[in-house]
């Protein structure tokens, strides 16, 4: 007993015996705790590699949470990816909303120059024309003593309440055939009875030429005269309207009216209300996903009619036109994850891990259908960055949409080439300003600051809405050597301060999709998927392979090129192409762009219309130029490419105003 | 009066055994406690291209990872993206953080279109602080 006492007293050994009680502890804690022995010791694991030799590896095997732990964990990942979807939802629902915004307004404006209103606008004014000769009879002892034509006037007067009610109580597209009919020949009498009593009238003003109350009948005779040719331009309008064409136009928004009506029960949608915020904010994992796949699948619609209603609007055709020529652009939705998503209690670390993977596929796909609404919404408004539209009232908005949408229909006519001489300068500054909804003084834009950069969005040269440049820059047509170009141009899509020296830059770098049949007429008319919505990931069926004649798989193709001239890949005749590309100017800046191409081709800057050269033409360099604007940041171009019989090229330069002399 | 009996000694000295009983002890700690990182960001199916001139870089955690598989598929940060969400990533990036460590993960067998493609849209950004990562010898095995 007193040999183990000394023994204790000596530090070395009194060191081995602690070491060996912790030791035992550990043990003991490592032999109960099976967590804990997992995750302490590491494990060696021979394995055979490639070439078949003997590996010795530390294998690291991770603690095995229980049931409770995985629950735990479960729960925090569904609220964080919760957060993130309930955050996508309401993007999507605000991208929507606005959609719907700019729609509404570009449908406003489509209203208010339909035929019908047009119709309505003139009977009102008809009206009017008729009290005023009606008050002008009352006033004149002469004239109400003229009795047939009073009696006249009074049926004029009835009549013309009849048309204005008949337009007043129904819409252009409700309108039976038989009131057509009737609302036809009330206004055919009205136009013979007007012609009438101001043949009488203009008689009766010849045989009291010298008699001193002469002057008020002759302006009562004005005012007839007035009456006489609106109505007759009237019965004009309703002959027009009530054509065959007219008819067939109707019965064909009939026949879409009752399309939509039965697509729209058939996939619920018929009563489909964009969520409040409470709404979303009470949803669970499941739910939240369902609905932004909806809001998705809402969202497309959304937006065709809205690209329906821009078209419309700058082509100056009818929404149903219109609706026919937009393509429906779909988005994906993501996978169908309601079976996994709803496995939110899972016991073992497999279910774990699939409910983890449906999570994470859950917020991916969300954060793309939220991108593409956001987008969308851009486009819509004709904001680059969204920025611009931010705090607008819906006057402003209102106004800035009826601009843009009376710029774009102007440009589309100055973009057109044909029929214009080789070389010919046209000038869209103006027009391109007033669709950016920029103040021709500067400020407005809505390019990107980058960096903390902030990057001027005022234009250098001296410009007003109406084109007045300095003189060097007004010609009418431009020369210029073209082999010198095709020698010294640089490849390039950036537009520094150092452009200017540099002279014309062609755009190297495309994404190019296609081929699409080309239709034999108006080509043009026909507008393929990336016209509505430029989309790097969609794919496509195209045109038929001559050889194969199975239609062929279309996805965007990068392209790079030293060449200033670029051949669209998978190059067939008949086919239409499209290039896309993003151009970045330092400034605000005022460019030319020469657009020359083997067959047609047209061009977007910013969505807005710039070129448009029909013609199965061969590539020139100079087959003409546009002055035009680009924003501060980054410029969607878009290239639409038409090849005719044989070989199919085109390309794009552009050059800061100040460094040309055109 | 008792006197310790330590002072009875006449040799004294300073014991070094509890000492090193200590730093096994802490040595036993750490080693017990260490856990290995993994690189999350990585994608696992992808076999480097071999290089016998790479540098050997401290891992970043701040760092953007883009990687292209052999099937040209694309990967930001360890997650399957589409180029859509790439492009406007890196526009995201250009905005917020121009001079952010890129590094580009690829295989041996990626496609090289697809690799021009993506160091085009780095460049058009203007993103210059990009890397490849690439296997070597002397550092992975």
């Known amino acids: 007993m007193i040999d183990v006492l000394k023994l204790l007293r000596k530090p070395l050994f009194f060191a081995f015996l602690l070491t060996s009680a912790l030791t035992l502890i550990l043990s003991i804690l490592l032999y109960l705790n099976e967590d804990l022995r997992t995750s302490t010791f590491v494990l060696l694991e021979k394995t055979l590699n490639e070439e078949g030799e003997e590996e010795v590896r530390v294998k690291i095997e991770k603690p095995k949470p229980n049931e409770r732990q995985v629950r735990e964990i479960a729960r925090n990942q569904e609220r964080k990816k919760e957060e993130s979807l309930e955050e996508k939802a309401k993007e999507i629902r605000d991208a929507i909303r606005k959609i719907q915004e700019t729609t509404d307004v570009l449908e406003m404006e489509l209203e208010e120059f339909s035929e019908w209103n047009q119709l309505g606008r003139m009977a009102k004014e008809i009206q009017s024309l008729i009290d005023r000769v009606d008050q002008n009879f009352q006033s004149n002892e002469h004239l109400a003593s003229l009795t047939p034509l009073v009696e006249r006037l009074a049926t004029i007067g009835s009549l013309g309440e009849q048309i204005n009610n008949d337009i007043e109580a129904f819409t252009e597209a409700d309108l039976p055939p038989g009131e057509q009919k009737g609302l036809l020949d009330d206004a055919r009498v009205l136009r013979d009875k007007v012609y009438d009593v101001l043949v009488k009238l203009d008689q009766e003003v010849n045989r009291l030429e010298n008699q001193p109350h002469v002057t008020e009948i002759r302006v009562t005779r004005d005012t007839l005269r007035d009456l006489n040719d609106v109505s007759r331009r009237f019965v004009n309008e309703i002959e027009r309207f009530h054509s065959e064409e007219a008819s067939l136009e109707m019965e064909a928004l009939a026949e879409l009216e009752s399309a939509l009506l039965a697509d729209l029960l058939a996939n619920g949608i018929e009563g489909f209300m964009l969520p409040e915020d409470e709404t979303i904010e009470e949803m669970e994992v499941p739910e939240l996903y369902e609905l932004i796949q909806e809001m998705t699948a809402y969202g497309d619609e959304a937006f065709a009619e809205n690209r329906a209603a821009e078209l419309a609007a700058t082509e100056n055709i009818s929404m149903v036109e219109a609706q026919e020529q937009v393509y429906a652009p779909e988005t994906h939705t993501g996978p169908d994850l309601s079976d996994s998503l709803s496995n939110n209690q899972p016991s073992t670390l497999e279910q774990f891990q699939n409910y983890s993977e449906a999570l994470n596929q859950a917020e991916q796909a969300a954060g793309n259908m939220a991108r593409t609404a956001q987008n969308r919404a851009q486009q819509a408004t004709g904001s680059q960055s969204g920025a611009a539209s931010e705090g607008q009232t819906a006057q402003q908005l209102q106004e800035a949409l009826r601009q843009r949408a009376g710029a774009m229909g102007q440009m589309n006519s100055l973009a057109r080439n044909q029929g214009r001489a080789h070389g010919n300068v046209q000038d869209m500054r103006g027009l391109m300003m007033q669709a950016y909804q920029v103040d021709p003084q500067g400020g407005g834009g809505s390019g990107e600051g980058l960096d903390g950069r902030v990057l001027s969005h005022t234009y250098q040269t001296d410009l007003t809405v109406s084109g007045g440049t300095p003189e060097s820059q007004t010609s009418e047509t431009a020369r210029i050597d073209t082999a010198k170009i095709m020698r010294e141009a640089l490849p390039g899509r950036r537009l520094d301060a150092s452009a200017a020296r540099k002279g014309w830059i062609f755009l190297d770098t495309w994404y190019i999709i296609g081929p699409w049949q080309r239709p034999r007429v108006n080509s043009f008319e026909t507008r393929f998927p990336p016209e509505i919505e430029v989309d790097l990931d969609q794919t496509y069926l195209g045109k038929k392979h001559p050889n194969t004649k199975e239609p062929l798989n279309l996805e965007w193709r990068f392209i790079q090129t030293e060449n200033i001239r670029v051949n669209p890949p998978d190059e067939l005749s008949d086919s239409v192409y499209y290039a896309y590309t993003e151009v970045f100017a330092e400034r605000a800046m005022e460019v030319v762009v020469a657009v020359a191409s083997d067959d047609m081709a047209k061009l977007w800057v910013n969505d807005l219309v710039v070129w448009e050269d029909e013609g199965l033409s061969p590539w020139r360099l100079d087959e003409g130029f546009r002055r035009i604007l680009l924003k501060a940041g980054y410029n969607k171009v878009l290239c639409r490419i038409e090849n005719g019989p044989s070989v199919c090229y085109f390309s794009v330069l552009f050059s800061p105003i100040e460094g040309l002399n055109l | ?141």
């Open chain 2, 1 to 141: 009066m008792s006197r310790s009996r330590y002072e009875e000694d006449e040799d004294v000295a300073l014991s070094m055994s509890p000492l090193i009983d200590c730093v096994f002890l802490l040595l036993i700690f750490f080693l017990v406690t260490t856990m290995l990182k993994q690189d999350l960001k990585e994608v696992e199916h992808l076999q480097l291209p071999a290089s016998r001139s790479s540098l050997e870089v401290p891992p970043d955690d701040s760092m953007l990872v883009i990687a292209i598989d052999a099937d040209a598929d694309i990967y930001l940060e360890g997650e399957l993206t589409t180029r859509s969400e790439l492009l406007d990533r890196l526009r995201q990036v250009e905005q917020e953080e121009p001079d952010r460590r890129i590094r580009l993960d690829t295989d041996g067998e990626t496609p090289f279109y697809r690799l021009v493609e993506v160091l085009d849209a780095l460049n058009f950004r203007n993103l210059n602080n990009v890397g490849v990562r690439t296997y070597h010898e002397k550092y992975d095995d």
